[in-house]
């Protein structure tokens, strides 16, 4: 590993947050107009991070398995769904107002009920009330009660109001499930944390229907599948752990919900909860909806309500976990190297093509090489700066590899690749490029 140490959380979470500005992986939102809280737009780096991060679960979830299918689930919908869900009634948090400063809390999250973390102020706390997350609008050009909508507060609902249609059309039976990638929207009352707590968030959830008498199976399945995949990404287990809810912390459907937690520089924070939910999903919206929302089983001539199985992960979280957990530096040559040992399935850019110079006779052969890989592997090109900072550069992108396209490329028509960790250097005809490549970007 390093000859320097990580810093300590504190000044991490500051280096990470600065490189992920200067390198273009996150900006505040509206920026120039000084900003909107709680609110990132993704740069160039970080939209590749994000898609890569949405991928590598896809690849997992859907793509290597045949019990699953997928499904993007309209993001406006309404009342209706969210009356049989609960969330209009329960998606609430209880917010306090501070007399004296006037700043609001979420009266759950307060480490001392008398005394005002803004202002210090005691005894200053309005009763609490509760706050509904979900956010309100109207379709249409009226703005009345009969055209109230409301943006998902999750993804969830989508899967479960699906569940007749995905199993009439996909020829699935349980045990099967439907995922989905996609935006959430809460009106959260303190986010925070950078992008860890976020009104607008994206959600990479999985609904897995299971008879009831295999609920239990599929949801201790389900939690070890799901903690080993951020592990075989490169997280170390030393920072993760499996937190089993206690019995006051479980909803009132629920029989059983674990939450994958994350070291974050703050303390533990979730990254994905997987939850045994019962039959309560279906049950609700075929009370509401009139219609039935269940499986016949011919093999046994029975019919029964399906029992769900969520895991529920939030993408944009989890890229801020695997941006934590890759920052690394080191001492190389008297200097500070910093680098994203980020896993090669996650990394923004796979190659990173750099011609030694920016000399006529070089850059059409640089962009030869280019034109080879492009098609296989997402590649940055960069001709400008000495190739030294050009190789530190690509370091705190987390690109594995850097191919050099020099002088003697011309003649012996090689390339140096430099490998991001040990920063090894091999030579490779550019015929064997990808041979070598491929199988060290999975």
Same mark, same amino acid.
């Given at each position: 590993?390093?000859?320097?140490?990580?810093?300590? *959380?504190?000044?991490?979470?500051?280096?990470?947050?600065?490189?992920?500005?200067?390198?273009?992986?996150?900006?505040?939102?509206?920026?120039?107009?000084?900003?909107?809280?709680?609110?990132?737009?993704?740069?160039?780096?970080?939209?590749?991070?994000?898609? =890569?991060? !949405? *991928?590598?679960?896809?690849?997992?979830?859907?793509?290597?398995?045949?019990?699953?299918?997928?499904?993007?689930?309209?993001?406006?919908s309404?009342?209706?769904?969210?009356?049989?869900?609960?969330?209009? !009634?329960?998606?609430? *948090?209880?917010?306090?107002?501070?007399?004296?400063?006037?700043e609001?809390?979420?009266?759950?999250?307060?480490?001392?009920?008398?005394?005002?973390?803004?202002?210090?102020?005691?005894?200053?706390?309005?009763?609490?009330?509760?706050?509904?997350?979900?956010? #309100?609008?109207?379709?249409?050009?009226?703005?009345?009660?009969?055209?109230?909508?409301?943006?998902?507060?999750?993804?969830?609902?989508?899967?479960?109001? =699906?569940?007749?249609?995905?199993?009439?059309?996909s020829?699935? !039976?349980?045990?099967?499930g439907?995922?989905?990638?996609? #935006?959430?929207?809460?009106?959260?009352?303190?986010?925070?944390?950078?992008?860890?707590?976020?009104?607008?968030?994206?959600?990479?959830?999985?609904?897995?229907?299971?008879?009831?008498?295999?609920?239990?199976?599929?949801?201790?399945?389900?939690?070890?599948? $799901?903690?080993?995949?951020?592990? *075989?990404?490169?997280?170390?287990?030393?920072?993760?752990?499996?937190?089993p809810?206690?019995a006051d912390?479980?909803?009132?459907?629920?029989?059983?919900?674990?939450?994958?937690?994350?070291?974050?520089?703050?303390?533990?924070? /979730?990254?994905?909860?997987?939850?045994?939910?019962?039959?309560?999903?279906?049950?609700q919206?075929?009370?509401?909806?009139?219609?039935?929302?269940?499986?016949?089983?011919?093999?046994?001539?029975?019919?029964?309500?399906?029992?769900?199985?969520?895991?529920?992960?939030?993408?944009?979280?989890?890229?801020?976990?695997?941006?934590?957990?890759?920052?690394?530096?080191?001492?190389?040559?008297?200097?500070? $190297?910093?680098?994203?040992?980020?896993?090669?399935?996650?990394?923004?850019?796979?190659?990173?093509?750099l011609?030694?110079? #920016?000399?006529?006779? @070089?850059?059409?052969?640089?962009?030869?090489?280019?034109? @080879? @890989?492009?098609?296989h592997?997402?590649?940055?090109?960069?001709?400008?700066?000495?190739?030294?900072?050009?190789? $530190?550069?690509?370091?705190?992108?987390?690109?594995?590899?850097?191919?050099?396209?020099?002088?003697?490329?011309?003649?012996?028509?090689?390339?140096?690749?430099?490998?991001?960790?040990?920063?090894?250097?091999?030579?490779?005809?550019?015929? /064997?490029?990808?041979?070598?490549?491929?199988? $060290?970007?999975?």
């Amino acid at each position: 590993m390093s000859d320097v140490s990580v810093p300590n *959380d504190v000044t991490l979470m500051e280096k990470v947050v600065n490189l992920s500005k200067r390198r273009g992986f996150v900006f505040p939102s509206a920026e120039i107009y000084g900003g909107f809280r709680s609110t990132y737009d993704y740069g160039p780096i970080g939209v590749q991070l994000l898609r =890569n991060v !949405k *991928d590598a679960w896809w690849r997992s979830m859907v793509q290597m398995r045949d019990d699953v299918v997928g499904l993007d689930a309209a993001i406006l919908s309404p009342p209706a769904i969210w009356e049989a869900s609960g969330h209009l !009634k329960n998606f609430t *948090d209880p917010l306090v107002d501070c007399r004296q400063c006037r700043e609001r809390f979420r009266e759950d999250q307060l480490e001392d009920l008398t005394t005002c973390p803004g202002c210090g102020g005691k005894n200053t706390f309005t009763e609490a009330r509760n706050f509904n997350l979900m956010f #309100k609008t109207h379709a249409g050009p009226v703005e009345s009660d009969a055209a109230v909508a409301y943006l998902r507060p999750e993804t969830a609902q989508g899967m479960f109001i =699906n569940f007749s249609n995905v199993l009439q059309s996909s020829r699935k !039976k349980p045990p099967f499930g439907i995922a989905q990638i996609g #935006k959430s929207f809460r009106n959260e009352i303190t986010p925070g944390n950078f992008v860890f707590r976020t009104r607008e968030f994206e959600q990479m959830e999985l609904e897995f229907f299971v008879p009831p008498e295999e609920a239990l199976q599929w949801y201790e399945y389900w939690c070890a599948t $799901r903690y080993q995949w951020y592990i *075989d990404l490169g997280i170390p287990a030393s920072k993760l752990r499996m937190r089993p809810h206690d019995a006051d912390e479980l909803s009132h459907y629920s029989s059983g919900t674990s939450d994958v937690e994350f070291l974050f520089p703050w303390g533990w924070g /979730e990254l994905e909860g997987i939850a045994n939910r019962g039959d309560y999903d279906l049950t609700q919206h075929a009370t509401h909806s009139g219609e039935k929302l269940d499986y016949f089983d011919q093999a046994t001539n029975s019919r029964y309500v399906p029992h769900v199985i969520e895991p529920a992960a939030g993408a944009t979280r989890t890229m801020m976990a695997f941006l934590l957990a890759a920052y690394d530096e080191e001492e190389v040559r008297g200097e500070t $190297r910093t680098v994203l040992r980020l896993h090669p399935r996650l990394a923004p850019y796979k190659v990173a093509v750099l011609p030694l110079s #920016k000399k006529d006779d @070089l850059m059409p052969m640089a962009r030869e090489v280019l034109a @080879l @890989l492009q098609p296989h592997l997402m590649c940055d090109f960069d001709e400008t700066q000495a190739i030294g900072r050009r190789y $530190r550069r690509q370091d705190e992108l987390g690109t594995p590899f850097c191919v050099t396209v020099d002088f003697d490329s011309l003649e012996d028509q090689s390339v140096t690749i430099r490998e991001r960790d040990s920063m090894e250097q091999v030579r490779v005809p550019v015929a /064997e490029l990808l041979s070598h490549l491929l199988p $060290r970007l999975v």
